[in-house]
């Protein structure tokens, strides 16, 4: 079989060739003599436009197929400079590889994302999932591809640890207990010691703790994998699970950690639209109207700046129209950071410098001794893509810090040693990956960009 890809890639190589395609019926027309099917094998983001006559022997047989169903097509690919496609398939042999049923959920009109959210396993095959999982895929490609061309190690984090690296206790428990009949001890605690790790576990919030052990072994790193939060925040970009990339550079401040997020995303937008114009185009078409004109702008341009200071200073004035109003030492909320983005800067930008009081215990201390050396990349259309620091490489300032904050430094022993053997100036930060996606591809819902979300109340395939 060849795969539509090609045939759309080098036509002139196949004109006049007989080749054979499979793929699934998007839609079946027919009249008396001939019809046509448009099959799309998921190779491309067009579909292919196959011509079927009545010289064929099943050919009122193939008039009735359903939609959905998947064929096995020979045929002959004939050039067609005149029409809306390049070229169609003269099919001179229909196969069905596997019929469909009249009920097939996916009937040739528009579909509200909705509906489709409630078919996970089938909104693949129609064309917004197709350009976004190509998308999703070449973008994951992408990051891939630009932090091995920089030397850095892909580290593989555990999705099982005894930590809570955001300290925000927002952790699914593991465990192996009989939750019905709990083993207690004799002053009427859970009893771990008769759990499978000897101790209470959770799902990891974040590779990071684990990533800077390795980047004071290899000095750049990053990782690329699933994590988790059980917030219940029921919006349109927080998920229970979410894929995160956590680069980790050592020798490193948080100047360089925010000139390689602003390289990377740069990197990951050429990179789609390069790899993916047709899927582009359709976004900038259907999607998001000033998608590619917003995103040719950022790589032409440099990213924003503001202390968190400086940013409450510019929001606190505009108080009145915020639900919730900001003062010095508040957190951003997702309005607040849309305002600096899309109204202040209109491109993205990074908000340095937060109060010690809102960030996670592991930030490097500022001189002033009330902010930490934080930085976050808000982005128009979503706020907050990218959370991440200089770490506290001193090893009494981060005694302090744990104590103040109530963490046993027994659960992190192996992050304090980090600061006694060789500590090493380090930074980094973590780019929620679904969040990224959306920003491509100008989709508005988390649930819409990963393929099976799992969110508040939902975690049905
Ligand atoms: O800001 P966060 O919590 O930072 C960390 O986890 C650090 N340990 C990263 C680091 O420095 N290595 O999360 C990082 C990013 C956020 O900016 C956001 O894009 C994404 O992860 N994120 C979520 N995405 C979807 N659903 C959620 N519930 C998310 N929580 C965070
Ligand atoms: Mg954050």
């Not at 992408?142 to 593989?156: L, N, S, T």
């Not at 009989?178 to 101790?199: A, H």
């Not at 990951?268 to 390069?274: A, M, N």
């Not at 770490?391 to 046993?408: A, F, I, P, S, Y």
Request: charged share 25%.
């Amino acid at each position: 079989l060849v795969t539509v890809r090609d045939l759309f890639k080098h036509t002139a190589d196949y004109a006049g060739k007989t080749v054979s395609v499979g793929g699934w019926v998007r839609s079946v027309r027919a009249s008396k003599t001939f019809g046509f099917i448009v099959l799309s094998d998921g190779t491309f983001f067009q579909p292919l436009q196959v011509v079927y006559h009545d010289t064929m022997d099943n050919f009122a047989a193939i008039s009735k197929t359903n939609v959905g169903a998947a064929l096995i097509v020979r045929g002959t690919l004939v050039e067609t400079p005149d029409a809306r496609q390049p070229f169609e398939l003269q099919a001179e042999e229909v196969t069905v590889e596997g019929a469909s049923t009249p009920d097939y959920p996916l009937q040739k009109k528009r579909h509200t994302l909705e509906y489709l959210r409630t078919m996970t396993h089938l909104r693949p095959r129609t064309n917004t999932f197709q350009a976004v999982f190509r998308v999703r895929s070449l973008a994951a490609y992408a990051i891939h591809q630009f932090f091995q061309e920089r030397g850095f190690v892909y580290v593989h984090t555990p999705l099982i640890t005894g930590s809570d690296c955001e300290g925000a206790g927002e952790m699914f428990q593991v465990t192996t207990l009989d939750l019905n009949n709990v083993p207690l001890t004799e002053d009427g605690k859970v009893d771990y010691t008769k759990d499978f790790f000897n101790k209470p576990t959770n799902l990891t919030v974040s590779g990071q703790l684990n990533g800077e052990t390795y980047a004071m072994a290899f000095r750049n790193i990053y990782t690329f994998g699933p994590t988790f939060r059980a917030e219940n925040s029921n919006t349109t970009r927080h998920a229970a699970e979410f894929w995160m990339i956590e680069p980790e550079i050592a020798f490193a401040d948080l100047s360089d950690d925010m000139r390689l997020a602003e390289d990377m995303i740069k990197y990951i937008i050429s990179y789609v639209l390069e790899n993916a114009p047709e899927e582009m185009n359709f976004f900038n078409q259907f999607v998001d109207k000033g998608l590619l004109e917003r995103l040719h702008h950022v790589m032409t341009s440099d990213f924003g700046h503001v202390t968190y200071t400086e940013a409450i200073a510019l929001l606190e004035p505009h108080n009145d129209q915020f639900e919730y109003p900001v003062h010095w030492g508040s957190d951003l909320q997702t309005e607040h950071e849309r305002y600096l983005t899309e109204v202040v800067f209109q491109r993205p930008v990074f908000v340095t410098d937060y109060p010690k009081e809102i960030k996670a215990f592991y930030m490097k201390l500022n001189p002033d001794g009330k902010t930490v050396a934080a930085m976050d990349c808000l982005v128009p259309g979503i706020g907050e893509i990218i959370g991440g620091s200089q770490r506290e490489d001193d090893l009494e300032t981060l005694r302090n810090r744990m104590h103040e904050l109530g963490l046993k430094e027994e659960d992190y022993g192996f992050y304090l040693d980090l600061r006694k053997y060789g500590s090493a100036r380090h930074a980094g930060f973590g780019l929620g990956f679904e969040r990224c996606v959306m920003y491509l591809t100008g989709m508005g819902n988390i649930r819409d960009v990963i393929p099976f979300p799992r969110t508040v109340n939902n975690c049905d395939l």
